[in-house]
């Protein structure tokens, strides 16, 4: 149980484009997803907080209208990496709570970006 | 001061060893702890969660130090696989995580 995906699991794309990447709980509703983001050999640098059916709340210093977060089900988020700059290139990881009190979280398997 | 403070290592130990890292955290309002793994390029998975009355799981026991703001992770009998970076978390009541550095381990053959 508390399998998180994400598609896709790598992608490479030119300055400039937009690339969207999803997250889904697969066997489980979850009413808070999270976003993050990791440099090598550092750790994961919390984005923002993905709420259902309400915007989400983004951390100091994130822009929001360069990362937009869309969270339109129970089961699915999607961060939108608008004009892609290469030093947008990381690896980005979703990951969601149960909620109801279970602040466990499961990670998604992360999406390798490059930009180019 | 970092939130949460780890060592980051590297711990290199034989197989067969046991080995301990530690975890310090500044607020005193945290209330849940937990231990991830994450193996290289990979997604950080859950190992254990830590109570307040320690917790062991096998070769894992993980220990919560409220007084001292600490918790602990003890593996014993290490093995090759478990090899990766060991990530403490803290939770303030909230759903946000906050993340420590991360400890490495290397086991050794």
């Known amino acids: 149980g508390a399998v998180v995906s994400q598609h896709p699991s790598r992608v490479i794309c030119k300055s400039g484009t937009s690339v969207k990447i999803e997250c889904r709980s697969l066997?489980?509703?979850?009413?808070?997803m999270f976003w993050y983001r990791q440099f090598p050999k550092k750790s994961l640098m919390l984005m923002a907080t993905s709420n259902e059916g309400s915007k989400a709340t983004y951390e100091q210093g994130v822009e929001k209208d360069k990362f937009l977060i869309n969270h339109a089900s129970l089961t699915l988020s999607t961060l939108t990496v608008t004009s892609a700059h290469p030093e947008d290139s990381s690896f980005y990881i979703c990951s969601a709570s149960l909620g109801a009190g279970s602040y466990e979280q499961y990670f998604g398997p992360g999406t390798r970006l490059t930009v180019t | 001061r970092k939130e949460v403070e780890q060592d980051p290592g590297p711990f290199n130990v034989p197989e067969g060893a046991t080995v301990a890292f530690n975890c310090t955290y500044s607020n005193s309002a945290s209330q849940s702890f937990f231990w991830y793994r994450q193996d290289c390029r990979k997604e950080p998975k859950l190992l254990m969660s830590?109570?307040?009355s320690g917790n062991e799981d096998g070769r894992f026991t993980a220990q919560l130090n409220r007084a001292s703001q600490y918790i602990s992770l003890l593996i014993r009998d290490s093995k090759l696989s478990d090899s990766a970076t060991y990530l403490c978390v803290v939770n303030k009541g909230t759903y946000k995580y906050i993340f420590g550095t991360g400890t490495r381990l290397k086991v050794l053959a």
């Open positions: 066997d489980f509703q979850a009413t808070t």
């Open positions: 830590v109570y307040s």
